[in-house]
């Protein structure tokens, strides 16, 4: 069984482009989460997503920045006209739901976008 | 407002000795509290949690405390060992957040053991 697949591992773009960030949960997890990693600081919760559903999408900037998570294929955070302070780890978690509500979320490798 | 607070920013321990990591939350909501593991350019992996009905709980080296009305819980390593060398974070999550259990992070502390 293969753990949460992030790709790509790094990603460089020029101000202005779009990044593009995707996310194969494990296999059976249908709960997705986006979380950011600025230097020197803590994971940001960002983004929460059920299939075809957001749940939760509190910690996203209002602008630039969009997820989905399709019926098929992986889960996207997309970031329109990156700019410098975008530059971050981004990583992807996915989880089962248990009846008890408590369950660990497995992360992947995480992303680590570059803006020059 | 840091909700999950880590003041240690690094530990240094010998092989051998026991890890102490602290961690304070202010959230009183706070329910489910988890600790990871991070080495450099990996993800965080995950390493044991504690519901808030209880308050140890114990895998193999690692034993997580609570107190709830410290609001603290601490990881214990023992023995420590040079491969237990990493980032570790403290996680909470909110039982009012209903079918959302977002993870609350800490800044982490970077634990050191040196053999």
């Known amino acids: 069984n293969a753990g949460v697949m992030q790709n790509p591992r790094h990603l460089v773009r020029r101000r202005g482009q779009e990044a593009r960030l995707r996310c194969s949960p494990m296999?059976?997890?249908?709960?997705v989460y986006w979380y950011r990693q600025l230097p020197e600081e803590g994971l940001k919760f960002m983004v929460y997503?059920?299939?075809?559903?957001?749940?939760?999408e509190s910690g996203m900037p209002k602008e630039r920045f969009s997820a989905e998570f399709p019926k098929e294929g992986p889960s996207i955070l997309r970031i329109q006209q990156v700019v410098r302070g975008d530059s971050a780890a981004y990583f992807c978690?996915?989880?089962?739901?248990?009846?008890?509500?408590?369950?660990?979320?497995?992360f992947g490798q995480g992303t680590r976008l570059t803006v020059v | 407002d840091q909700q999950v607070k880590q003041n240690s920013p690094s530990l240094s321990v010998q092989e051998g000795r026991i890890s102490i990591l602290n961690c304070d939350y202010t959230?009183?909501?706070?329910?489910?509290f988890l600790w990871y593991k991070k080495y450099p350019a990996e993800g965080p992996t995950f390493l044991i949690s504690?519901?808030?009905i209880k308050d140890k709980n114990e895998d193999g080296r690692f034993t997580v405390f609570l107190n709830k009305s410290a609001k603290h819980l601490s990881l214990h390593i023992v023995p420590s060992q040079p491969g237990d060398s990493a980032v570790y974070f403290c996680?909470?999550?909110?039982?009012?957040?209903?079918?959302?259990?977002?993870?609350?992070w800490g800044l982490g502390t970077s634990l050191a053991v040196n053999p």
């Open positions: 996680a909470a999550s909110d039982r009012n957040a209903g079918n959302n259990r977002k993870l609350i």
């Open positions: 504690i519901s808030s």
């Open positions: 959230n009183s909501m706070f329910d489910y």
């Open positions: 978690a996915s989880s089962l739901r248990t009846s008890a509500g408590n369950t660990e979320a497995f």
């Open positions: 296999k059976g997890h249908s709960h």
């Open positions: 997503l059920q299939k075809e559903n957001i749940i939760d």
